[in-house]
């Protein structure tokens, strides 16, 4: 495995990773983009595990690869193969404060009882009209358009729809070839049909004035304490890295705001 720390564009590598592609199809969107690398502690880039019984072991790796850009404080990608146990993509686009943008949230993950995928363009002040109305007036139609092609995920908690945009896409599908159908032929052209809406977003957002930018970091820090605070891979990473790496990483890698 090999974990890139330069101006490549090239993603982390995982053998048998089932979620490569969308990592890969992620950081070719970035081509073009003058991004550097983002500081990620030497103990977060790679951790090896272990999961299963004694007598079956489950080999586990934790990966991340990150970079940033004018525009994006931090662009990253938490990944973990875990064999039958495990298998799962977070990647993440943090804005600047200094441009009025949401987060672009991504999450792909395949646990032995089926897949979860959730794909949004996520709000740092869902009340405010001016950071709101342009990204949802573009991110809905598509949105309606995914949605009709895959079962609906189930609601979210009340406490979390504050973090999470009207064109919010949450799915859960089978294991086995009904569900890695559906995957290649509508998740993926989902996940980067929202990408793609995110960074011609991005391309167009000019720099906003310094109250506008406190304003906008409020509502960045809400979100990312919200995130950390109800991380739902803690307990898997828990499992799989102990309490103590698994809490420094959600804190100072994943949510570090």
Same mark, same amino acid.
């Given at each position: ?17 089932? /979620? ?44 991340? /690869? ?69 990204? /949802? ?8 358009? /995914? ?43 989902? $996940? ?47 499992? $799989? ?17």
């Amino acid at each position: 495995m090999t974990i890139q720390r330069s101006k490549s564009t090239e993603p982390v590598s995982i053998e048998g990773w089932s /979620w490569q592609p969308f990592l890969e199809d992620a950081v070719k969107s970035l081509e073009g983009l003058n991004f550097d690398p983002y500081p990620v502690p030497d103990r977060f880039l790679q951790r090896e595990g272990q999961t299963g019984s004694k007598s079956k072991p489950i080999s586990v790796t934790t990966a991340t /690869w990150a970079c940033k850009t004018e525009k994006f404080r931090q662009v990253r990608a938490a990944c973990v193969s875990a064999g039958s146990a495990a298998s799962v993509l977070n990647f993440v686009i943090n804005p600047n404060s200094t441009y009025d943008l949401p987060f672009f949230g991504g999450d792909l993950v395949t646990l032995p009882s089926g897949h979860l995928l959730a794909l949004d363009l996520q709000p740092a002040i869902k009340t405010d009209e001016v950071h709101t109305t342009q990204v /949802w007036e573009r991110l809905i139609p598509i949105f309606e358009r /995914w949605r009709d092609q895959l079962p609906y995920g189930g609601p979210i908690p009340e406490e979390a729809k504050p973090f999470f945009s009207p064109g919010f896409l949450w799915t859960r599908l089978p294991l086995g070839k009904e569900g890695d159908d559906l995957i290649e032929s509508i998740v993926r052209p989902a $996940f980067n049909e929202y990408l793609n809406l995110y960074l011609e977003l991005a391309a167009s957002a000019e720099p906003v004035s310094p109250e506008r930018s406190d304003v906008l970091l409020q509502g960045q820090r809400k979100y990312t304490d919200y995130r950390a605070e109800k991380d739902p891979a803690r307990g898997m990473l828990t499992r $799989f890295h102990g309490s103590e790496w698994t809490e420094a990483y959600i804190h100072s890698v994943l949510f570090d705001l």
